[in-house]
């Protein structure tokens, strides 16, 4: 019912730029705080950024000053544009939401964690 679609993603150089954009879909109620998280090649899921409905911004320290979250609540979509990219940062990048949803025809609502599915990047030294 709700999906969330990363896109954006490729091969560059190191020290090139990127922006990433997760679009949520489907039967939403609202959208909260929406995160990007990265997966390098054998390593956990870690923590990128976060955006709050209200657009305050949070960064992982790797990222402060080169990485800009930002999301449009009408669209329920969100950004991450990266600068001066670094090998390090190759992984598939997620994006995440905290969506609530409405059954259609009723007050009854659902709240939960979502995922999308992903988008590479590929930084070259």
């Known amino acids: 019912q709700v999906q969330l679609v990363e896109s954006g993603g490729g091969l560059v150089q190191t020290g090139e730029s990127l922006r990433l954009s997760c679009a949520a879909s489907?039967?939403?109620?609202?959208?909260?705080?929406m995160h990007w998280y990265r997966q390098a090649p054998g390593k956990q899921r870690e923590w990128v950024a976060s955006?709050?409905?209200?657009?305050?911004?949070n960064y992982a320290d790797s990222g402060k000053g080169r990485f800009t979250i930002s999301r449009d609540n009408a669209k329920n979509t969100m950004r991450l544009q990266i600068n001066s990219l670094r090998p390090e940062e190759t992984g598939v990048y997620y994006c995440?939401?905290?969506?609530?949803?409405?059954?259609?025809?009723?007050?009854?609502?659902?709240?939960?964690?979502?995922w999308g599915q992903g988008t590479q990047v590929t930084v070259s030294s």
């Open positions: 995440n939401a905290h969506i609530t949803t409405r059954r259609s025809g009723s007050f009854s609502y659902t709240s939960r964690d979502y």
């Open positions: 955006v709050t409905g209200g657009g305050d911004t």
């Open positions: 489907g039967n939403i109620f609202m959208v909260d705080t």
